[in-house]
């Protein structure tokens, strides 16, 4: 079955930046797109960043364009998520993501299979 654990997170200040990694286990990763996903508070799970499995396409949700950058390292089985000039709007637990093999990059959760347990992300004003 596979596994994805995310870390990174924490807390930091506005106008900060913080890298978080998610290693996935027990499967094919180069030929799986990923993505990451954040939910605030009494809020629904949105799409923050997605990218295809040879790192070639990326996708970004508007409110993180210009500040996040998705990236992944096939060799390590990892996908990253630069953050920066983060705001307090940023505030959430972010969510890696695996597409099942073969399919392109996905904006909505329902299109992911497979999901780790998430790491917080604080940013004070």
């Known amino acids: 079955q596979v596994q994805l654990v995310e870390s990174g997170g924490g807390l930091v200040q506005a106008g900060g930046s913080l890298r978080l990694s998610c290693v996935v286990s027990r499967v094919t990763f180069s030929a799986s797109a990923m993505g990451w996903f954040r939910q605030a508070p009494g809020a629904e799970r949105e799409f923050v960043a997605a990218i295809s499995g040879s790192g070639g396409s990326t996708n970004y949700a508007d409110a993180v364009k210009g500040r996040f950058t998705i990236s992944r390292d096939n060799a390590k089985n990892t996908v990253y998520l630069e953050m920066n000039s983060l705001q307090p709007e940023d505030t959430a637990v972010y969510y890696c993501?695996?597409?099942?093999?073969?399919?392109?990059?996905?904006?909505?959760?329902?299109?992911?299979?497979?999901w780790g347990r998430g790491t917080q992300v604080t940013v004070s004003s």
């Open positions: 993501a695996k597409r099942p093999v073969g399919l392109q990059n996905g904006v909505h959760p329902r299109e992911y299979t497979a």
